[in-house]
């Protein structure tokens, strides 16, 4: 501990006597200094044990006194120290019963020790102090990462915890809480998530401090520009010097951890793109040889899997389909809580199912490829369920944001195929290509193939150039009818959809089966098309429906 009032007093050699403030001992002592000046209060920085011989006071007038130690005590000096026997035989009774008004420590410095040894005592209890926190430190050090490599992060929060009587918590990439000591504080660290998304959004290495039931400060740890983890140290007031060396040793052993992990992951990767490359190849067995233990227990499950696109992607692709068609209104973050992606969207749907899986113990694989990024997860499992729930963000993102686009590359596009084995993998990733592809059409986040199989074709035709197939065909009948010389449009609809029932068609239009029989001419001969071919009826159907659809 620091020098306090208390241990200068009960310092042997010192032979100092307290004349007031007796109760008020305890408090730390920062330094110790003399002046004899009249006001020495703007040269005080606060905590000082303060040495005066009243050389230039009235140490006997009481209202002098009183402004004096009040001045003192306003300006945060903990004790004042008046030696005797120099300009003064006894402390003056104005003085003390001014330091006793204020309850500021006086202290009766005997002729006999010099402030030089005071001065001394606290500078050498101050070196002390630091020498036993840095030693402190470096057993905290050394504990910490004894348990980080015999029980690795758990481990380590456990002893960070002791070491700071308090509590500690570990944050994923995501902001979720993945390890915590003691137990009972992974609750009290759930609550910080928004402190620690707050966090996320400046560059690493970052810090904070959040009040409430207790003081909690925040690190986030990683060297690059985008933190990949953050940790949370709670106490009951703020650290010490030993407490703030072990939780700077736990910054660095945390950050090593994540640091190294970065060439494992890399390498994790390239052995699921051979896995992903070998199931869509149909060689399952050869995949599951080389998934082992690592995705080994992916292909023994049904899985789903999950293509993703970034939105100035997505667009590009649809814009050399030929379908210029693409989302209508984009995400405002200020409206929506949609996680930062810090401008890589992939990359942020990446660390969001992993983290899922890793949180639910599930295995999943992740493969980057090109400007898309290929994932196979647990059907059911964390992963899929967290990326549907970015993707409903993304979404309400859209229809709150209409007014106010962001850019393209914080959007995502995804397409999410059926469940599905490491036999039919292929066919699962070509489900995940049409769903992907509709998704895109349509300007949503994310579509599941078996969304499309449940529904109806006619959503997937809306777009700029089915539309603009339908309006052309239909066109010479629209101009027809506005000249008023008959209703083909509404005779053609009705006479499709009886099956070119003519009495059934002929009663829904009120009119006779002839002159719908002539109607129909008239449509053969604008059209230069015969009914009789199934496959006009079929084009002409649709392009009855597309118009329908865009009228509404």
């Known amino acids: 501990m620091p020098p306090t009032l208390a241990s200068l007093v009960h310092h042997s050699a010192l032979k100092l006597t307290v004349r007031a403030g007796e109760d008020r001992l305890d408090v730390p002592v920062r330094w110790a200094h003399v002046s004899e000046l009249a006001d020495p209060v703007p040269y005080m920085e606060g905590g000082e044990l303060l040495l005066i011989t009243a050389l230039t006071l009235d140490a006997e007038d009481p209202d002098a006194m009183r402004r004096y130690v009040k001045r003192l005590a306003g300006a945060g000096v903990v004790g004042l120290g008046f030696a005797v026997g120099v300009n003064y035989e006894e402390t003056p009774k104005a003085l003390v019963d001014a330091a006793e008004g204020e309850g500021l420590p006086l202290l009766e410095v005997p002729r006999r020790t010099p402030f030089l040894a005071i001065s001394k005592a606290v500078s050498a209890a101050i070196a002390a102090d630091q020498y036993r926190a840095v030693t402190a430190g470096f057993a905290a050090q050394r504990e910490l990462t004894k348990q980080a490599l015999s029980d690795g992060p758990q481990g380590l929060l456990a002893a960070l915890a002791g070491q700071v009587d308090g509590w500690a918590a570990l944050y994923d990439a995501s902001g979720a809480v993945v390890a915590a000591a003691p137990e009972w504080a992974g609750r009290r660290a759930g609550r910080l998530t928004p402190d620690v998304e707050r966090l996320r959004e400046r560059p690493a290495p970052a810090s904070s401090v959040v009040g409430g039931e207790d003081r909690v400060e925040l690190h986030s740890l990683g060297t690059g520009r985008r933190p990949r983890a953050a940790l949370a140290v709670g106490t009951a007031a703020a650290l010490g010097t030993a407490e703030r060396y072990a939780v700077h040793s736990a910054i660095a052993l ?146 709150g944001a209409r007014e106010q686009p962001a850019a393209e590359e914080d959007e995502l596009v995804v397409g999410l195929s059926a469940p599905a084995g490491p036999i039919a993998a292929a066919g699962a990733y070509k489900q995940a290509e049409q769903a992907l592809s509709v998704a895109r059409r349509r300007g949503r986040s994310l579509v599941e193939h078996e969304e499309l199989a449940a529904g109806s074709v006619l959503p997937l035709l809306a777009d700029d150039a089915v539309r603009a197939f339908a309006d052309g065909l239909l066109r010479p009948l629209y101009e027809h009818d506005a000249t008023g010389r008959g209703d083909l449009v509404a005779s053609l609809r009705a006479w499709l959809s009886r099956h070119g029932q003519w009495d059934a068609a002929a009663a829904d239009l009120g009119v006779h ?22 496959d006009v009826r079929m084009e002409l159907w649709l392009a009855l429906k597309t118009t329908a659809a865009a009228a509404e």
Do not use: W
């Open 254 to 399: 945390l950050t090593l951890t994540t640091e190294r992990s970065r060439p494992l992951h890399a390498a994790e990767q390239r052995i699921g793109a051979a896995v992903l490359r070998m199931l869509l190849a149909g060689q399952p067995e050869h995949a599951r040889t080389v998934a082992g233990d690592l995705y080994g227990e992916l292909l023994d499950a049904p899985f789903r899997l999950i293509l993703a696109e970034s939105a100035s992607a997505s667009a590009a692709r649809a814009h050399a389909d030929g379908h210029a068609r693409v989302a209508a209104a984009k995400p405002s973050k200020a409206q929506v809580a949609v996680p930062d992606t810090n401008g890589d969207p992939l990359g942020g749907l990446a660390e969001i199912v992993e983290s899922a899986a890793a949180r639910s113990g599930e295995s999943v694989l992740v493969v980057p490829d090109g400007e898309r990024l290929v994932v196979l997860a647990v059907d059911g499992g964390a992963a899929v369920a967290a990326c549907g729930e970015y993707a409903l963000a993304l979404d309400a993102a859209r229809t």
């Open 513 to 534: 089966r002839h002159t719908l029989r002539y109607r129909m001419r008239r449509v053969e001969e604008i059209l230069g098309r015969s009914l009789d071919d199934p």
